[in-house]
């Protein structure tokens, strides 16, 4: 695979839309002029994930001129991990490149990427800088990603999205992992094989604002956390186990002051504070269980990732 002149070698780009109708055309202008130049055959996959602006008629247009388009478009929006998942199902190439589709992952990179996968690896991983991104951004991001890998089972680095070459092997790795609910980062990371990175300078998005809420945002952070390890679980062990112990001692020290100063009032404002801030503590482990729980509930009801409402990738596709 890897020892294949390019000319032999077949590309696949996968590319999750959502309302992307404004810049699509040009998108696909620019990636088609730097695959062409990469001297590969490849086929472009345009995932529509659920858009409601007229990216679908875009990518029919583009799909009538351009037989290396394939498209699929989804019954309604289910995310970007289900439009990766969806284009990598389909994907035939040797290997795959995974790029966003409003420009903030320059097409530029693609012979770099390539190049890169000719000497070897399985993942080229292109990582943005931070520059141009909101303070804030940047400042949350780093302490997410330093508690994330405190805890998480994966390594996951700063600034390393899904733009990346994937090979064959690489991606029927991603393919088998069945989970409902997808983490890209951590799925990414957990599959293996040689991987190296590259820096690209960060690129602020032209079209609108990015396609994230904050609130999607957070979820997708959460899920970070857990989905990857069980560990919250177990630090509710140890607060649990820390709190019985302060209990014993606060106990006997009770007993202590009563068997050799009398009975004391107890005091109301400690006596509160405890059964509040306890009480708390219970309603966070509890979610926190039920946050798994949850997690085993969707997973057992083997629901398909997408529903596909329209394509025209044929059945040998
Ligand atoms: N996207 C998608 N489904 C979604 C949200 C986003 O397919 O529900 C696509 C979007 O069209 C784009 C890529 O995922 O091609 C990255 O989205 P965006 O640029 O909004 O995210 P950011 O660059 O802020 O990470
Ligand atoms: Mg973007």
């Known amino acids: 695979m890897v020892d294949l002149p390019w000319s032999a070698m077949r590309l696949t780009l996968v590319v999750p839309c959502f309302n992307e109708a404004d810049g699509i055309s040009r998108f696909h202008e620019t ?6 130049g990469t001297g590969a055959s ?46 990598l199902r389909h994907s035939s190439g040797d290997a795959v490149i995974v790029m966003d589709a409003d420009l903030q992952h320059p097409p530029e990179l693609i012979p770099r990427l390539v190049e890169l996968h000719g000497r070897g690896f399985d993942q080229v991983i292109a990582r943005r800088t931070r520059s141009g991104d909101p303070a804030t951004r940047t400042l949350l991001a780093r302490a997410y990603y330093r508690l994330i890998n405190h805890w998480a089972d994966v390594e996951l680095v700063d600034g390393v999205g899904d733009f990346r ?12 992992l069945g989970e409902n609910n997808r983490f890209s980062k951590g799925l990414f990371a957990w599959i293996g094989f040689d991987s190296v990175i590259f820096e690209y300078e960060n690129v602020q998005r032209e079209n609108g604002g990015s396609r994230w809420s904050f609130r999607k945002l957070f979820e997708y952070g959460l899920d970070g956390l857990l989905s990857f390890n069980n560990k919250p679980l177990r630090v509710a062990i140890y607060i649990g186990m ?22 004391e009032m107890p005091g109301y404002v400690t006596l509160i504070a405890a059964i509040t801030g306890l009480g708390g503590l219970q309603m966070m482990m509890l979610g926190l269980i039920g946050e798994y729980i949850g997690r085993i509930y969707y997973e057992t009801k083997q629901r398909p990732h997408y529903l596909v409402k329209d394509t025209n990738l044929t059945p040998r596709d």
């Open 42 to 87: 490849y086929e472009i996959i345009y995932v529509d994930d659920g858009s409601t602006d007229g990216t679908f008629d875009e990518l029919v247009k583009i799909a009538t001129v351009d037989p290396t388009v394939r498209y699929l478009s989804f019954s309604r929006n289910f995310g970007k991990e289900s439009a990766m998942l969806a284009g």
């Open 242 to 263: 820390m709190l019985t112990l302060v209990a014993v001692v606060y106990a006997i020290w009770v007993i202590v002051v009563a068997a050799t100063q009398g009975v």
């Open 165 to 176: 070459l994937l090979s064959r092997r690489a991606v029927d790795g991603l393919l088998e």
């Open 31 to 36: 990636v088609g002029r730097e695959l062409a």
